[in-house]
């Protein structure tokens, strides 16, 4: 009986310093010896990456736009002041397009897409000559902006301010354009040029 109890205790028990076999060891989990973020170099395991496309398989507008001004418009309301964004753009296609929009949203982003679609809406195509030059001498006059322009052969674009930028992104070569008005508002001296513009739009 004894001899018995003594058999069964050296079955169910190892001595100390004996080897334990490897069907008693559990197996490491796969992904244990594994850096976080799966493996290196790879993107097994991950989802779609986020974002959407890249930019450079986005396609590219048309139309070359410049910022004219940014500004932050505050509104006083029963809980405090609230802030937005209010944003001046010009576009234009370098070929007799081009168009003045502005936006504003509690966003700069969402303000400059609302002055984007607002530019497209107002977009006016020129008729120049085969040389990109005015046909003739333009003037015009908005809220306080007096801006005159007249090709001038040779000259190259000689133009300031935001009037520069509407006779750029339209294209149009060998013209000098004067601010006749002490006007310093870049979206009145565009808005100006626009006008005198649609005078030999088509």
Do not use: C
Request: hydrophobic share 40%; glycine share 10%; proline share 4%.
């Amino acid at each position: 009986m004894n001899e018995d109890k003594a058999s069964v205790s050296a079955t169910t028990e190892a001595p100390v310093g004996a080897a334990v076999p490897a069907a008693a060891v559990p197996a490491p989990a796969d992904n244990q010896d594994r850096r976080r973020g799966g493996d290196r170099g790879g993107n097994k395991g991950r989802g779609p990456r986020r974002g959407g496309p890249r930019r450079d398989d986005r396609q590219r507008s048309e139309f070359d736009q410049k910022t004219l001004s940014v500004r932050r418009v505050a509104r006083v309301m029963a809980g405090g002041r609230r802030f937005n964004f209010s944003v001046a753009m010009v576009i234009g296609d370098r070929k007799g397009g081009v168009g003045v929009g502005t936006g504003k949203a509690g966003d700069t982003a969402l303000a400059i897409d609302k002055a984007l679609r607002d530019a497209k809406k107002n977009l006016i195509h020129l008729k120049l000559t085969k040389d990109m030059m005015l046909p003739h001498d333009v003037r015009a006059k908005y809220s306080a902006s007096v801006v005159t322009i007249y090709p001038a052969k040779g000259t190259g674009l000689v133009a300031g301010s935001s009037v520069r930028t509407v006779l750029e992104l339209a294209g149009v070569k060998d013209v000098t354009a004067k601010i006749l008005s002490r006007s310093k508002n870049q979206l009145n001296n565009a808005r100006a040029a626009i006008k005198a513009l649609k005078t030999i739009a088509r």
